[in-house]
């Protein structure tokens, strides 16, 4: 038995290594490739850029590991946004509490339409709901907007995005960010809740024959989920002092492919904070680094597409080689009963 916990928490180490030895092979080879790839400056620009798919990719995590999905995430980003936006520009809103709020809000009331619409309407699979709602989403935000860019925001809104701290100009943003993450990671580790989250995503029916009320853990994390999203928007708005319709496009794939290469199973009831952390490193890594070699956008498109692809076929084999590993452990345990 001590030899069983020994192996896993071995295999647990390699698989959470692999990640990090990515990001420091990437690395190296960007920083051979071009002079500034470990400057400062650009390093503080990625850490900025990565502040946005980090706390969107947490909640992805969340909802991965009630084996369920959102596609819904870069949309909400943009209704969000544009919802402040509006609430300023064409009611004279300037209380930046009022607005912060309602960023923040408009985020958490489309994470509770996306659970409701998957737990109280018992669609088949999260993905049918999301893919509505992210266009749905999508389109209120160019209503709301006007179909155009809104500017004009008060600093102290702002301010989070933008503002940098210490003479090497380090983003107030990532700061956030680093807190969001030591706050999730004592939920999902220290918590019930965090115990009852895990138990959906490794086994549903198990975790209902338990007393887990199911729809209820899934219900939080679709809720949590768009509130990260509108705190996303919040940055991101900061970032450019512009709301923006259109924007968040990638950011589901990015949170996915985040979460996957951080070691998050789409069956549900794997995956970790840090691993995620890594994984959205990493998604960033790569577009700097193609922005930095001259790449076309539609490249880096291309580059991430693959990405997720190999995650995801290294997650099957991975989930496959663990299933057998089980059966054989249970053949063991059968022949020496």
């Not at 190296?28 to 969107?56: D, G």
């Not at 995956?271 to 959205?280: D, K, L, N, P, S």
């Not at 577009?287 to 991430?304: E, F, H, P, T, Y």
Request: glycine share 12%.
């Amino acid at each position: 038995m001590k030899t069983n916990k020994t192996l896993k928490k071995i295999s647990g180490a390699v698989s959470g290594a692999g990640p990090v030895a990515a990001v420091l092979i990437l690395s190296v080879v960007l920083a051979v490739s071009s002079e500034t790839f470990l400057t400062v400056n650009n390093w503080m620009n990625i850490l900025r850029q990565t502040a946005v798919n980090s706390t969107i990719a947490i909640g992805m995590l969340l909802i991965l590991l009630t084996a369920g999905i959102d596609l819904s995430v870069g949309s909400i980003c943009a209704l969000s946004s544009c919802v402040m936006g509006a609430l300023m520009r064409d009611l004279g809103v300037q209380n930046p509490v009022v607005l912060i709020a309602a960023c923040l809000g408009c985020g958490m009331l489309c994470g509770y339409i996306n659970g409701a619409l998957y737990t109280k309407l018992n669609l088949p699979h999260p993905f049918v709901a999301t893919l509505g709602t992210m266009q749905i989403f999508r389109g209120l935000a160019q209503i709301v907007s006007h179909a155009t860019p809104i500017t004009g925001f008060p600093d102290s809104v702002i301010a989070l995005g933008f503002s940098s701290i210490g003479p090497i100009g380090f983003p107030a943003c990532f700061l956030s960010v680093i807190l969001v993450f030591i706050l999730f990671a004592v939920l999902l580790n220290k918590t019930p809740l965090g115990k009852k989250i895990y138990a959906v995503g490794g086994n549903e029916e198990a975790a209902r024959v338990s007393g887990i009320d199911v729809k209820r853990v899934k219900m939080f994390v679709y809720v949590i989920t768009g509130l990260l999203a509108g705190f996303a928007a919040l940055i991101l708005t900061g970032r450019v002092s512009t709301a923006l319709p259109t924007t968040g496009e990638e950011y589901a794939m990015d949170a996915i492919a985040s979460c996957v290469i951080g070691g998050a199973s789409f069956n549900g009831g794997k995956g970790t904070v840090g691993g995620t952390f890594v994984g959205a490193l990493f998604i960033q890594i790569i577009r700097n680094g193609l922005n930095l070699l001259g790449a076309q956008s539609d490249l880096q498109m291309v580059v991430i597409g693959a990405v997720v692809i190999i995650a995801v076929v290294i997650d099957v084999y991975r989930g496959a080689a663990e299933e057998k590993a089980k059966r054989l452990e249970q053949a063991k345990a059968h022949l020496h009963a």
